[in-house]
């Protein structure tokens, strides 16, 4: 599953980005990584970008992005 | 003396600037980093007998080299070697502070770690074993509260040891794990041999992790290739065992450091109950109310941004056009100086210090407005809310920022568009500005929709606000697949813990923002008002139709002949509209209304103008906070009926018709950006190119919806 698919609420472990280049790198520095617990917190007003809980504080990105990150929801 | 240097290196939102503010205060000196828009802030201090050399670094998640404040913040110590890094922490979100932390120990440069907003952790129910901290990484902690000034003269305590002992501050070797330590190893054997000089260059350490990760920007500098052999003989072992992402690899070992470091220290976290943040959340960005909020707060910025200001920006225009200048007419008359010396003086040196001057308190108000929504933590909201739509023309969420305040005045805009992460971002956003109508070009709607419009005038100046908007999204599309077709901004942001900046700060940052303007611009504009001066003046005395200026427009009317309105007298006042759009009405009405009577000026002592003076400013106060509460409606926004312009209103009835006089209103919207938001790009984007490409692009923009407007009019019947 992907990450931009997860509802709000939803626990998901991240299983791999499938980006590149920068993209990577930037999601890999902003903790997103391999293993990770993350939670969708909240989808801006106009449905686009999300907000999710990483390493305890809040991180927002696209829909585009969250595409390229593949997670298995626990809960 | 003993002079050494120090870097302060941080994640953004960790309080980095107000420590800076704390330990420099009235040192700190406000510049750029070489050839970019990223700000450095210096500082020379003195402790004891030793100088210190004090720079900021930029806010940073990581030392990757994508973003330009992650090569700055990484180049400076590399190549500069500071003696000491300061390294900011928000104690409140230790493991991705420490991530960068981590990074830095690479470095092999001594660093102490400011663990900042202590008090809200501890607030928060979040212990954390400061010893045990210092023993893990192996550098000195020290707890600092920098609103409260807590903890910064322990920091300068250590500073002084660094200086004098530095032996005490032996960086750590963060042990990566044996297989790549192995790694290391290797790379820096094969570099002994062969590249000798780079060890000596770069921190060897530092120098073999980049070379391992494939780090571009560091194999094109030493001219090395991503697989030489020897490189290739160090990850081998790492590529049958984990595939072939180092650059993943070292990622997931540095945060796995710094989680287990977190782990280890953090002894009780009772941060399990919603924080205050997650309650304004929660309601801000909410699915229903999140506009309309959204669109009350931006409604209230604007209106302080700029109904605020203006009474301020208006007093000072009066007070130098006014006594100022007819005082200091009376004093050179007295003296017995020729009459284009007076007009030299007055027209041109006065009025020049004017046109710098009523842009203070517009400036001022702006910086401290955008200061605040940075610093409280709303500015990623905006940019949350907003990213959608602005998107669509290839910007980031925050653009919208520059992009509302444009409405206002769109100098500040320019200065606005710092906020934003990379350079493609700051130039599109600073050439889609201009077309936002700035309250300059009030004055010229005013005086042709009164003259032609009257019935229909919220529908005409309503349409004139909505094409700017329209051929905004057009330029930004077209903009987007053709000049600036690079990296589309990538939206990946934090939305950090909402926070109370201190007012000192916000005082601070506004103050230099000013001071900077004041100087750099201020220059500029006095001696664009001059030239201008002697373009309407020379040679002294003659008819307008034959100064340098109108004959400028005789030679350029031709061109405007498609669109209506191609007469000496239109085109010369566009022409002087460059230095300001509202001067296109004050250059009219000099030409068209030369037989104007004699101004009736009340004949009033010096001091009674020096009361009176006085007695406007608190006029200004009191209109200034009338404005804020007076209701829906923006003032700036609004027309507001001259009544002594009659006279070039009915001049202007004989000229143009209303189908000539709307495209001229559309023109004077799109045409070039003033001179002031040319110096504004000057100053921002280090050259004039921006500028040019801007004159040249909303000129030809300008023209062509004008031919459209005017020839399709008239094919219509209009």
Not at chain 1, 36 to 47: N, R
Not at chain 2, 170 to 197: R, S, T
Request: glycine share 6%; aromatic share 10%; hydrophobic share 50%.
């Amino acid at each position: 599953m992907r990450l931009a698919e997860l509802r709000v609420g939803q626990k998901a472990k991240i299983l791999s980005i499938n980006t590149k280049g920068i993209i990577k790198r930037r999601l890999m520095d902003m903790g997103i990584i391999n293993g990770e617990i993350i939670k969708v917190e909240k989808i801006a007003p106009l449905g686009d970008p999300i907000d999710i809980v990483v390493k305890n504080y809040h991180l927002s990105i696209r829909k585009e992005e969250a595409n390229g990150i593949e997670v298995e929801v626990i809960e | 003396m003993k002079n050494i240097t120090v870097a302060v290196a941080g994640n953004p939102n960790s309080g980095k600037s107000t420590l800076i503010n704390a330990i420099a205060g009235t040192n700190l000196q406000v510049g750029n980093w070489p050839g970019v828009t990223v700000e450095k802030k210096t500082a020379l201090l003195k402790l004891e007998n030793i100088q210190v050399n004090l720079v900021d670094l930029p806010g940073t998640y990581s030392l990757s080299p994508y973003t330009q404040e992650e090569v700055i913040a990484r180049d400076f110590l590399v190549k500069e070697k500071p003696d000491l890094i300061i390294d900011v922490i928000d104690s409140t979100n230790l493991e991705r502070n420490l991530y960068l932390t981590v990074q830095l120990l690479e470095l092999d440069i001594p660093v102490v770690i400011a663990l900042n907003i202590y008090d809200e952790a501890q607030k928060k129910g979040i212990i954390i074993d400061i010893a045990k901290l210092e023993e893990l990484l192996g550098v000195k902690v020290i707890p600092t509260v920098a609103t409260k000034r807590e903890g910064i003269k322990d920091l300068l305590d250590a500073v002084k040891t660094v200086a004098v002992e530095p032996e005490k501050f032996k960086v750590k070797k963060l042990n990566y794990g044996e297989d790549i330590e192995e790694a290391i190893k290797i790379v820096e054997e094969e570099l002994k041999i062969k590249k000798a000089d780079l060890l000596s260059q770069y921190p060897s350490r530092w120098l073999s992790l980049k070379l391992l990760e494939g780090d571009k920007l560091v194999l094109k500098e030493l001219n090395l290739n991503e697989d030489e052999s020897f490189l290739k003989k160090a990850k081998h072992h790492f590529i049958e065992a984990h595939g072939d992402d180092m650059e993943s690899l070292l990622a997931d070992l540095r945060y796995g450091i710094a989680n287990g470091a977190t782990r280890d220290v953090i002894l009780k976290d009772d941060n399990k109950r919603i924080d205050i943040t997650e309650k304004i959340d929660r309601i801000v960005l909410n699915r229903y109310l999140g506009i309309p909020i959204f669109l009350l707060a931006m409604w209230l910025v604007f209106k302080i941004a700029f109904d605020f200001s203006k009474p301020f920006s208006d007093y000072l225009d009066s007070l130098i056009s006014g006594p100022l200048t007819k005082w200091t007419a009376y004093a050179l008359n007295s003296f017995g100086s020729a009459e284009w010396l007076i007009s030299l003086v007055t027209d041109g040196v006065i009025a020049g210090v004017g046109a710098v001057l009523v842009f203070i308190p517009v400036i001022a108000v702006m910086m401290f407005i955008i200061t605040l929504l940075e610093g409280s933590g709303y500015m990623a909201r905006v940019a949350f809310v907003m990213d959608r739509l602005m998107h669509t023309i290839g910007l980031h969420g925050k653009s919208f920022i520059p992009m509302l305040l444009g409405f206002g005045c769109n100098v500040p805009s320019i200065y606005a568009t710092r906020i934003l992460e990379t350079e493609r971002d700051r130039k599109l956003t600073a050439l889609l500005v201009p077309l936002m109508s700035c309250g300059a070009r009030l004055p010229v709607y005013a005086i042709f929709i009164g003259a032609f419009f009257a019935e229909n005038a919220p529908t005409v100046l309503w349409s004139l606000y909505l094409l700017g908007i329209v051929m905004a999204i057009v330029l930004g599309f077209i903009l987007k697949k053709t000049l600036y077709t690079g990296f589309a901004p990538v939206f990946i942001m934090e939305l950090p813990p909402y926070r109370m900046p201190m007012f000192r700060d916000l005082l601070v940052h506004t103050w230099q923002k000013l001071k900077h303007f004041v100087i750099k611009a201020g220059t500029y504009i006095f001696a664009v008002s001059i030239i201008m001066w002697f373009l309407l003046n020379t040679p002294y005395g003659v008819e307008k139709e034959n100064s340098a200026l109108g004959k400028l427009g005789k030679t350029i009317s031709p061109v405007f002949e498609p669109l209506g309105f191609g007469t000496w007298e239109a085109s010369s006042s566009l022409v002087a509209g460059l230095i300001a759009k509202e001067v296109v009405v004050t250059t009219m009405a000099q030409i068209y209304v030369t037989e104007e009577a004699e101004q009736k000026e009340e004949e009033k002592g010096f001091f009674e103008d020096l009361r009176d003076s006085f007695l406007s400013f608190i006029l200004a106060i009191k209109d200034a906070f009338g404005n804020l509460i007076s209701g829906f409606g923006i003032k700036s926004l609004a027309l507001e009926e001259e009544e002594e312009k009659t006279p070039l209103k009915s001049k202007l009835q004989g000229i143009f018709d209303p189908l000539s006089a709307y495209t001229f209103l559309v023109f004077v919207l799109l045409y070039w950006p003033c001179v002031v938001v040319g110096i504004a790009m000057k100053q921002e984007f280090g050259s004039w190119k921006l500028y040019g490409q801007a004159l040249l692009i909303h000129s030809i923009l300008a023209w062509l919806v004008a031919f459209v407007i005017y020839q399709g009019g008239r094919l219509l019947g209009f």
